[in-house]
């Protein structure tokens, strides 16, 4: 270090760079390339902090990429290895249970369709009910529910043809089927 030559300071000394470019690699093999190891650079080398971070990681970023490249080789090597290793016997026993599958379905061992052809499996469809409270679309009135026919016994509206006087607020308006009067100003 002290031997060097700093005749230049806008220029790193030569015969320094490679020992800096290799105490960097230690430093990432050892897991310390963090602001810990930047931070102590400047007190060794005579250049700031900015200096020392740009030249580092100029100098390390070709050998680093080199270094992830070469680790990547040897990752997929390993990989294609292990695949070639047991796929064969991975594919038998899959080979093996889709035969064993196409011949209960075939047979029909209390499987979904009974035998032959597999059955589709179906969402029930939906159960026709009146809309009305607890079983409505987002704004449902039990007048909507009051409407069919069949439905309107089932509705859960208020006062159903309770007393007369529902029975003539009905019979002048089909809509309010099922409706109190009390609720609807001006029924008559």
């Not at 979904?112 to 079983?135: H, I, K």
């Not at 006087?165 to 308006?173: G, I, R, V």
Request: aromatic share 8%; hydrophobic share 35%; net charge negative.
């Amino acid at each position: 270090m002290r031997a060097a030559v700093w005749e230049q300071k806008n220029k790193f000394p030569p015969d320094l760079k490679e020992t800096l470019i290799g105490v960097a690699f230690h430093a990432l093999r050892l897991d310390e390339y963090d602001d810990d190891f930047f931070a102590v650079m400047p007190d060794i080398f005579g250049y700031n902090l900015f200096t020392m971070k740009k030249l580092i990681k100029r100098e390390v970023y070709s050998g680093r990429i080199a270094d992830l490249t070469k680790q990547q080789d040897d990752l997929y090597a390993l990989v294609t290895k292990q695949i070639d290793e047991h796929y064969p016997v991975q594919h038998a026993e899959y080979l093996a249970k889709l035969e064993w599958w196409d011949k209960k379905q075939a047979e029909g061992d209390g499987l979904p369709g009974g035998g032959g052809a597999p059955a589709a499996r179906r969402t029930p469809e939906p159960v026709a009910r009146a809309p009305g409270f607890g079983n409505s679309p987002a704004i449902a009135t039990p007048a909507l529910g009051a409407l069919d026919g069949a439905a309107a016994a089932d509705s859960p509206a208020p006062d159903k043809g309770g007393d007369d006087e529902d029975k003539d607020c009905a019979s002048t308006s089909p809509r309010l089927v099922g409706l109190s009067c009390t609720l609807v100003q001006d029924c008559h």
